[in-house]
């Protein structure tokens, strides 16, 4: 069993500050092209793929601090998981916001029309569905009031994040990307699988362990 690799005080702060910092660039990046009008001739469609693309990059992420404890030890990266789960959510409500705001116009007919013929609007619509009480139960006193409950509500984050690949998969002109990411996907499912079937010994024993302190709360 690897011992727990943890880093010091500093260079924990330093991560979680590049967290914050890395999760927001992308929103920085996309204001300063809107302002300065470097998007593309198509700047609703750039808006809807670059909010699309981070949401689901920081999501990915979110869920690989698990297996990163598990297989390596690094149980500090068990309190990112919820700072990034959030900017992921951040970006799905812009994603959404343009989409149905600026695309559509809040025009609810299209709208409606659009989630029953294009299959990868409903299982957009569908991951938002799943990671919305997440995001609305990431509070401690949401935490406290669910109990053990909680833990299960937050297992709802794997057919979210396997919605949204698919998402991705049947929008996308290549399935190559969408595959990559269904790949990450999948590998994080896969450790969290033999940990729930108590295979390795390395991993069955790390997750034995009482979670981090401060990290109890987080979903994955
Ligand atoms: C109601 C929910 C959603 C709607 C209506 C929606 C709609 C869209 C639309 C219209 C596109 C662009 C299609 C195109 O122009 O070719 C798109 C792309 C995308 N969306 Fe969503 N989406 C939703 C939820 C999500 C969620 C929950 C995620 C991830 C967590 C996500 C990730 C993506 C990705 C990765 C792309 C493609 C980006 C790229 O090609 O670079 N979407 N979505």
């Known amino acids: 069993m690897p011992a727990e690799r943890r880093p010091a005080p500093t260079i924990r702060r330093l991560v979680a500050l590049a967290v ?59 309190g ?21 705001g600026v695309d559509y116009g809040l025009d609810f007919g299209q709208i409606g ?13 569908a991951s938002f569905l799943l990671l919305l009480p997440l995001a609305l139960t990431s509070t401690k006193g949401a935490m406290r009031r669910l109990g053990r409950w909680w833990r299960r509500l937050h297992w709802l984050v794997y057919p979210a994040a396997l919605l949204a690949v698919l998402h991705f998969l049947w929008l996308a002109k290549t399935a190559r990307e969408p595959l990559i990411f269904g790949a990450v996907l999948l590998a994080v499912l896969a450790v969290r699988a033999l940990r729930s079937l108590g295979a390795p010994a390395r991993i069955a024993n790390r997750s ?10 987080r979903h994955g």
Do not use: M
């Open 20 to 78: 914050h910092l890395g999760s927001l660039l992308p929103l920085a990046l996309l204001l300063f092209a809107g302002a300065t009008g470097q998007l593309s001739v198509n700047p609703i469609q750039d808006l809807t793929l670059r909010t699309g693309k981070t949401a689901l990059v920081l999501l990915l992420l979110s869920l690989a601090c698990t297996p990163l404890n598990l297989l390596l030890g690094w149980k500090w990266a068990l």
């Open 80 to 100: 990112l998981r919820k700072p990034l789960g959030l900017y992921s959510f951040l970006y799905i409500c812009l994603h959404l916001l343009i989409f149905a």
């Open 113 to 125: 029309q659009a989630i029953t013929e294009k299959r990868y609007v409903l299982a957009g619509l």
């Open 208 to 217: 034995a362990q009482p979670p981090a302190q401060g990290s109890e709360k």
